[in-house]
């Protein structure tokens, strides 16, 4: 099952490279594509938390393999933005983010995402793991930037940071929950 899900996950990198050659913009394409893909799989790596809450069903195991897949649309989009838009120049990739502060928020949700790729390993992940609810952070972040980058936000933006707020909202009261009936 865990091999399907990749495939599936891969699947519009795979149509991105289809039609790359006849994009008018290539790389405004590859950003939409590995963003799109970014945020919709971090999106995704938070529902079998919520599953098991709210409707019993168990897909636990599924949660890393999905949290790893947004980490590496992720880091193909950070790469979009540092080999090809930047061409490796620093210097430009700093001003840039002094004159669009989306692109700073975005470096700090991948900070934290590569943070929890790096320790989502076993023994790593055993003594590191309370660290990983900074996932609601970076997904915060990662919303923020998302809807920022746009010149005009739409349906699938809209939708985006509907789903995005309603999951988070949903892991705030089963924190304040478990808050109030574990309390001394």
């Known amino acids: 099952m865990k091999a399907l899900l990749v495939l599936f996950a891969l699947l519009p990198l795979g149509f991105a490279y289809y039609k790359l050659e006849s994009a008018i913009d290539p790389i405004k394409m590859l950003y939409n594509y590995t963003g799109v ?33 947004a980490f590496a649309y992720t880091l193909l989009h950070v790469s979009v933005f540092i080999v090809l838009d930047s061409e490796f120049d620093f210097i430009t990739i700093f001003e840039k983010s002094l004159k669009k502060p989306f692109i700073y ?23 590191l793991s309370k660290y990983h609810k900074a996932v609601y952070l970076a997904l915060a972040l990662a919303l923020l930037h998302s809807f920022w980058a746009q010149k005009v936000a739409g349906v699938f933006e809209y939708s985006v940071v509907a789903v995005g707020v309603v999951l988070l909202v949903e892991r705030i009261f089963h924190l304040k929950n478990n808050l109030l009936y574990n309390a001394p």
Do not use: D, E, H, W
């Open 37 to 69: 893909g970014a945020i919709s799989l971090l999106l995704l790596s938070l529902v079998p938390s919520t599953c098991k809450r709210v409707c019993g069903q168990n897909l636990l195991r599924y949660r890393k393999t999905i949290g790893l897949l």
């Open 105 to 127: 928020i975005g470096a700090i949700a991948f900070i934290i995402l590569l943070f929890m790729a790096l320790t989502s390993f076993k023994k790593l992940f055993a003594k």
